[in-house]
């Protein structure tokens, strides 16, 4: 386990905590049409911390060539139909460049700065001239008005219990993920980041916003910076 990261329930728990199994149980939410609306057709996306390949599955359905990349092998042991890579997204180097590169997962909001600077530089790295990233964030409520939950359609109950504060702009998030048959849990590390932190930790990658794809400005389209 990475320190300040902890997970609990049935089946494998990856270094960050996550639960491969509830991440199988997940179902697939608006990601695949936000992607799809972003992004040309047919793209080959290299997509970074894939997991179990939720996402994977419904981009490889319409048409999207998907090289998923994940940390973890038990999780990756569940993508089905893709190229396949275990490997910290930080110390990715293919030497092969993508149409679109995909940080999902909240993954720019890593606790270590440094690791964020390495993530966003492994995004750079690996884009085809013309090609895009595409970057979730966190809701602007991630970490306020707590306790709260959700109840998916789905069957299972989402909670996010606390996110107080650790150190330097750190914030120690709880989760609980409870489904009629089981309780996983997940304990994590989080830097929030406005607006102008985010902008500027993508300048910082030599990237910038062409433009924020949802009203909430959880996903985001980059591209190179100005030459």
Same mark, same amino acid.
């Given at each position: ?20 199994e ?37 981009l ?17 042991? /569940?993508?089905?139909g ?11 180097? *293919? ?12 993954? %720019? ?18 884009? %085809? ?7 979730? /964030? ?11 939950? /959700? ?41 929030? *980041? ?14 910038? %916003? ?5 009203e909430?400005?959880?996903? %985001? /389209?980059a ?5």
């Open positions: 386990m990475r320190e300040g990261y902890e997970g609990t329930g049935p089946g494998a728990i990856t270094p960050d905590g996550c639960a491969v509830f991440y199988s149980r997940l179902p697939v939410g608006d990601e695949p049409d936000v992607i799809s609306a972003a992004v040309p057709a047919g793209a080959h996306i290299l997509e970074l911390g894939s997991g179990v390949g939720r996402v994977t599955h419904a490889l359905e319409r048409g999207f060539t998907v090289t998923a990349v994940d940390e973890s092998a038990d999780m990756l042991e /569940r993508v089905r893709a190229r396949t890579i275990c490997s910290p997204v930080e110390d990715l180097d *293919l030497g092969e460049t993508f149409d679109v590169v995909m940080l999902a997962s909240f993954l %720019v909001h890593n606790a270590d700065i440094e690791l964020r600077r390495r993530m966003l530089r492994a995004c750079a790295r690996h884009l %085809v001239k013309g090609g895009c990233v595409l970057i979730q /964030r966190e809701g602007e409520n991630y970490h306020s008005d707590l306790p709260r939950e /959700r109840i998916d359609p789905s069957g299972f109950t989402v909670r996010i219990v606390s996110a107080g504060p650790v150190q330097n702009g750190v914030h120690s998030v709880r989760a609980e993920y409870e489904f009629p048959d089981a309780v996983w849990t997940q304990t994590f590390r989080s830097r929030p *980041l406005t607006k102008h932190q985010f902008e500027e930790a993508l300048k910082e990658a030599g990237l910038r %916003v062409d433009r924020y794809l949802t909430d400005r959880i996903w %985001v /389209r591209v190179p910076g100005e030459e």
